[in-house]
Every structure is written in structure tokens, then in C-alpha cells.
């Protein structure tokens, strides 16, 4: 764990991977912890602090990890993610299982590895303070990601926690069935605007502590190019989502490529192209309208 204040520290596992991410320990009058996802050695450290209040910064099991593992403690969650801890079936919906079924989502290993599903106990709701002694703590929806994905605002230490805007070079995700572009694009905006003075996220391994505006736009264009690729395979006479999904305009060729992943990326792209009046559909194939070209596309 780094000490980022008096009172707040960082808990950064060892492990990035699935299922672990960085998350966020307030010991103050009132124990917080934002996110659960931590190592065994860190969570054995966490289990004796007396922890009251789990803010939760979204519903994947990567960021919920240990919520069950803190009975006594209040498990707050954006409304609109309640489904993804309330149950496996409900997890696996929000996933997409009714569309994919369940048994595609297998490889997320929420079986094997014994999570167990924790329903939240309330909710926190944007623009909402919580104070825990000395540190003030705001809640800020950005949904995209999921749609209850929130950050967290420290105004006085002038950070914020940011979840899964990860600011990572493989760039936003958005491949459940309830995810959207449209909202992850107004969420970064919203952070460009508020331009805080370093953020910490869920799966970087260290704070960004400059160029945080700049970041903020190249991770942000990285959805532009995706959308640019999409149409390019579209004027290039791929006309399906399954022949565009085979082309892996978002992973190419990724090694954690999931296909159901790539396949519900690549159709909030063309809800988004088809908002915008760049492609139109006609049962199952989709095409670019009349005078739109990869040449001439403007998506900002």
C-alpha cells in the first residue's frame, strides 16, 4: 500500500490481472474502502481495520472482488449497477447473457476462482458527499463503462479515482449489453472539464499526476479510431456484425480478446453511427449512408 495522505492510502495488488484492480483505503473517524478487488495480503491487512462503508466504483467482479468478504460493512453501489452483485443470473444479464448465453462468459471464471455475489445494501448517487472525519469524499457518475460506473472526487487532496477510465493504450471499454459510447465520450468530457490535478484508476500502476487533459483526449480518440475502422470495413463491403466482429476493428488481435466482448463493442458502435446518421440498417446488414465515406467522416 503508498500512503497518499494523512489519511488515504493506495492499494495497489501485485497482480493486475483478473480479478484484482488498484483500490482506494480511508482510515478516518469512519473506515472506507472504495473497491474490494485486493490481494490476499493486502485484504488479510484490511480485514482487522474495523471497515463501515464500501463505495463501489461499478458491479464487475474485478472491482468486487472481496465485497462478501466484509460482512459488517455498508456496500453502497450506483443504482443502475445493483444487478451485477445481486446475483450470478443477474451478473451474467447485465453481461449479456440472454443475448450470448450464459455459458459464453464461462472464461470470466466467477465460478472457479469463488467469488461470491453480495447484493448492495444501498445506494450513492451522483454529486452525493460522504465524510469520514477528515476526508471529504464526492461521488461523480461516468457511466459508459457500465451504466452505474462512477469515480470518486477528493477536493481537498484535488485527485480523483476514476475506476475503469483506466487511461490504458488499449483504450475505453464498453462490451456489456448496458454499456454505451455515447456516455463514455460525455464522462471523459466531463473530466477534461473538471481537470483535476492527478487521478488514480483501477488498473494503471501509478497515479497521473500531468498532462492529465492530454491523456484524457488520446484515450478518447481511441473510440474515434475504432468508429473510423468500423466504417472502413463497412465501405470496404462488409455488411453484418459478424463479418465486421471477424475483422476485430476494437482488439485487433488482442491476446484477451473475448468474442461476445468485441461482438457488443462493435454494435454500440453502430448505435452510435446510426444516432448519428452515418449508417443505416436493413434487417441484418448494415451500410454506410449515401455520400459517407472513410474519407470525409467526422465523429468528434
Known amino acids: 500500500m503508498k500512503k497518499l495522505s494523512e489519511n ?20 478516518d473517524e469512519i473506515n472506507c474502502l472504495i473497491d474490494s478487488a485486493t490481494s490476499q ?11 463501515s462503508v464500501l463505495l463501489g466504483s461499478h458491479g464487475h467482479v474485478d472491482h468486487a472482488l472481496r465485497n462478501s468478504e466484509y460482512p459488517e460493512a455498508q456496500l453502497l453501489l450506483n443504482e443502475k449497477d445493483h444487478g451485477y452483485v445481486a446475483s450470478r443470473d443477474s451478473f451474467l444479464q447485465m453481461l449479456g447473457s440472454d443475448l450470448f448465453g450464459s455459458e459464453n462468459f464461462n472464461n ?23 465524510v469520514f472525519g477528515k476526508t471529504e469524499v464526492e461521488v461523480m457518475h461516468l457511466p459508459g ?13 484535488g485527485f480523483i479515482f476514476t475506476g475503469d477510465i483506466d487511461l490504458e493504450p488499449f483504450g475505453p471499454w464498453y462490451g456489456n449489453v448496458k454499456s454505451s459510447v455515447d456516455e463514455f465520450l460525455e464522462s471523459l468530457e466531463r473530466l477534461r472539464q473538471l481537470g483535476p490535478d492527478f487521478v488514480i484508476t483501477g488498473h494503471a500502476p501509478e497515479p497521473f499526476t500531468s498532462g492529465i487533459a492530454r491523456l484524457l483526449d488520446e484515450y478518447r480518440d481511441v473510440i474515434f479510431r475504432r468508429e473510423k475502422e468500423i466504417v472502413r470495413l ?3 463491403g462488409k455488411r453484418t456484425i459478424m ?9 485487433q488481435g488482442h491476446p484477451k480478446r473475448i468474442f461476445v466482448f468485441e461482438y457488443m463493442m462493435v454494435w454500440h458502435h453502430l448505435e452510435r453511427l446510426m444516432r448519428l446518421g452515418k449508417v443505416e440498417q436493413d434487417g441484418d446488414c448494415f451500410y454506410l449512408v449515401e455520400g459517407v465515406r472513410p474519407s470525409n467522416l467526422n465523429l468528434g
Open 8 to 27: 488515504i492510502w493506495l492499494v495497489d495488488p501485485p497482480n493486475r490481472n483478473f480479478p484484482h484492480s488498484t483500490c482506494i483505503f480511508i482510515k
Open 41 to 51: 495480503e493486502d485484504f488479510e491487512y484490511l480485514k482487522e481495520q474495523n471497515i
Open 108 to 130: 470470466m471464471k466467477i465460478d472457479r476462482m469463488g467469488y461470491r455475489f453480495r447484493p448492495a445494501d444501498g445506494t450513492h448517487r451522483d454529486g452525493q458527499k460522504f
Open 145 to 157: 463503462h457500465t451504466p452505474g460506473h462512477s469515480g470518486f472526487v477528493f477536493p481537498r487532496e
Open 234 to 236: 463497412l465501405h470496404a
Open 243 to 251: 463479418e465486421i466482429v471477424a475483422e476485430q476493428p476494437v482488439f
